[in-house]
């Protein structure tokens, strides 16, 4: 059962069939004395997000090793159905730690069921070397587990209807498209697309021993009074990546990120900022 910490997080979203199916999978599963951990793909119920997650990303997915995890990217609310949001993965302890996997939900369904365990979607996203790639593909199925993970694999098959496709070719293809679109570039690779036609966008620039002192703040909020939405929503992205966004650590910077939220009436992101840092 989901928990209302990560029904918050979804805030006026419909939670898509494919993650209910997930965690009704899990719920099965666990009855038979197995888990989706066993492939690297365990729905999320709990509240899991890092303050390096970005807040207009929603987890539904994780690996089970190093708080890699996977989410939808609303891109601030403007995806309309979650169905077609791109999805992101996170992988906090690694660099870069923000990664673009899929351009759906259901072709991340079929990346997720073409490779031996999950958790290799995370380091694929930089493979290129196609003969490398091979290796590493085979290393993993010809292990002692994998018979083990290929009982799984077909349950999660079954329920999508998946068929194998280039992961590698994918991932490229989605980052491609995702880059076309890019007006602003951001720290995280997502970057911020259109808005109404704005374009031209200025990106702001941090210091770079990450100061939050007033004379810093009071540059912030110089920039921000002159910016447009898109330069607000870039601000947001990189400082979500240059700082820690918690009470405990910059806490006069989540506040100026509190406000930011507040004045673009974006609700979800802010609720989401709030479970984040309890």
Known sequence: MIGQMVTDEYGAFTIPDEVLKLIQL?????????????????????????????????????TGGDGVHFGFLTDFGKVG?????????VSPT????????????????????SVPHVGLLEECWQWNDREMVDG?????????????RNRIFNRVREIYNTEEIDVVKHIQ??????NSKIILPTYDGLG????????????????????????????????????????????????????ILAHDYHNE????????????????????????DL
């Open 26 to 62: 899990e719920e099965d599963l666990q009855k038979e004395g197995e888990t989706l951990d066993t492939i690297g793909f365990r729905p999320i119920v709990t509240e899991c997000a890092y303050s390096i997650t970005p807040i207009d990303v929603i987890p539904f997915a994780y």
């Open 81 to 89: 159905n979650l169905n077609d949001a791109s999805i992101v993965c």
């Open 94 to 113: 690694n660099d870069p730690p923000i990664r673009l996997i899929a351009s759906t939900l259901q072709e991340f369904l079929r990346m997720a069921t």
């Open 136 to 148: 590493i593909l085979e290393e993993w199925r010809s292990d002692d587990y994998q018979s083990k």
């Open 173 to 178: 293809l989605a980052n491609e498209e995702r």
């Open 192 to 243: 911020i697309l259109s808005i109404d036609n704005e374009n031209g966008e200025k990106r702001y620039q941090f210091n770079t021993d990450r100061s939050q002192d007033e004379e810093e703040l009071a540059r912030m909020r110089a920039f921000l009074s002159v910016a447009t939405t898109a330069e607000k929503l870039g601000f947001i992205r990189d400082a979500t990546f240059w700082y």
């Open 253 to 276: 910077v989540l506040n100026l990120i509190r406000e930011i939220l507040q004045s673009l009436q974006l609700k979800d992101e802010l609720k989401r900022l709030e479970v984040r």
